[in-house]
Nanobody
Framework: QVQLIESGGGLVQAGDSLGLSCVAS????????MGWFRQAPGKEREFVAA????????DYADSVKGRFTISRDNNKNTVYLQMNVLKPEDTAVYYC?????????????????WGQGTQVTVSS
């Protein structure tokens, strides 16, 4: 089992920056590809970003490319999501998730473990 706990959400204004963290416990953190997803009210959960086991490769949804950065620190069992130039449409609950393989990164069903989520609200 892997337990994931997100933090760092909050209320910000459009154009601001915000950083999220997700701390993992349980199994060996470096064995897992880590992803960030988000779910806005009334919408399906969607892929935001993912990072490989060692952090050398990342992938992003087109909607956040150039604004968001995913990173990880395996010594701290933590994955981060730095969000810059936030827009009202970025408002959502943000979840981190873990999976074994670097395939089908945007597929929710592929992820084995999920955090409880942290709310990000961007006002216009």
């Amino acid at each position: 089992q892997v337990q994931l706990i997100e933090s760092g959400g909050g209320l910000v204004q459009a154009g601001d920056s915000l950083g999220l963290s997700c701390v993992a416990s349980g199994r060996t953190f470096s064995n897992y590809v880590m992803g960030w997803f988000r779910q806005a009210p009334g919408k399906e959960r969607e892929f935001v970003a993912a990072i490989t086991w060692g952090g050398s490769t990342t992938d992003y949804a087109d909607s956040v490319k150039g604004r968001f950065t995913i990173s990880r620190d395996n010594n701290k069992n933590t994955v981060y999501l730095q969000m810059n130039v936030l827009k009202p449409e970025d408002t959502a609950v943000y979840y981190c998730a873990a999976k074994r393989t670097w395939t089908r990164l945007s597929s929710i069903k592929e992820y084995d473990y999920w955090g409880q989520g942290t709310q990000v609200t961007v006002s216009s």
